[in-house]
């Protein structure tokens, strides 16, 4: 009776000690969370209640940055101008994007050879510099000495020439498209997860059943990928209204020509970073950050919710 008690208390101390260690492990990752995540939100919150005169507080205000971003001029016109920029960006996003990356890990999935080079080859963007992506695009871009302009007049389609990021029509569009093709790997390997955890036997037998390509991708393959496209619905749309670096690497912080590519991120740096009123709209470039976050976690809510209601994972 004393030996079992002997042992089931080394037992226990041996749990302990794993306990213990799996704390200490994860020690850094919880202090690097609190550091980079947790405080500058809790101090977005704090200073979007006071007023600051250049970057030091001024006084408690409360909601009043919150009711000058919504109805004083300027500051009503840019934020409902890059909230909805934020908005094209997703919803374009999600269109070509998903739609692609869904594409090509179909097709990486099917019997072709060469599966890992193509799969290096559409995630390699990824790995690469945003800087330099967006530098590389600006030269592509470029109105007259552009890549792209150079090769649709050498195939004779010159009334399809733009000035791609000087034209408010197709800046913003512009922009977006280096976007989803910098992010088309990622997606695709999460769609080609997706792909490869469904059971052959089921296409097998739906195949048996004499259901043609069509019916498989619109009844079987798109209802069993629900987890995945639920995950990258929610990445795209948290990326969409988060984005910061290909906006600004290639447009600037003002989202030229004329504002038109501005989104929340670049409208809240001006503000924050004191280029504009000489740093006195801190708070309300806090209120931004606020509402931000309220924005991403309310929509993230909801398109979780709208997944599981359709029952895609079952």
Known sequence: MSSFKTTEGMAHRKKSKRKHLVHL???????????????????AAFNSLYSFNGFDKNQFIGLQNF???FKEKPYNTFFFNAFQHNWIYFFVTVLTQL????????????????????????????????????FLFSLILNP???????????????????????????????????DS?????????????????????IFEAARIDGANPLTILTRITVPMLGPSLMIMTVLVFIGSFETFEYVFAMQ????????????????????????????QSIGVGSAIA???FLIIGLATSTILFVFKRKDFER
Request: no cysteine.
């Open 25 to 43: 492990f994860l020690l850094p990752a919880v202090l690097l969370y609190g550091v980079f995540q947790l405080y500058p939100l809790i101090s």
């Open 67 to 69: 009711i000058t971003l």
């Open 181 to 201: 093709w910098a992010s088309i790997g990622f997606s695709m390997l999460i769609f080609l997860a997706g792909l490869q955890a469904i059971e052959p036997e």
């Open 99 to 134: 739609a692609i990356s869904l594409l090509l890990a179909l097709i990486i999935h099917s019997k072709i050879k060469g599966k890992e080079f193509f799969k290096s080859v559409f995630f390699l963007p990824k790995l690469l510099s945003v800087i330099v992506i967006g």
């Open 290 to 292: 606020v509402v931000l």
């Open 252 to 279: 600037g912080s003002t989202g030229g020509p004329y504002y038109s590519t501005d989104v929340l991120t670049t409208f809240f740096y001006r503000l924050a970073f004191g280029t504009v009123d000489g740093g």
């Open 144 to 178: 007259t000495r552009g890549a792209l302009n150079s090769l649709l007049d050498g195939m004779g389609l010159e009334f399809l020439t733009r000035p791609w990021l000087g034209s408010m029509d197709t800046a913003l569009f512009s922009v977006i498209f280096v």
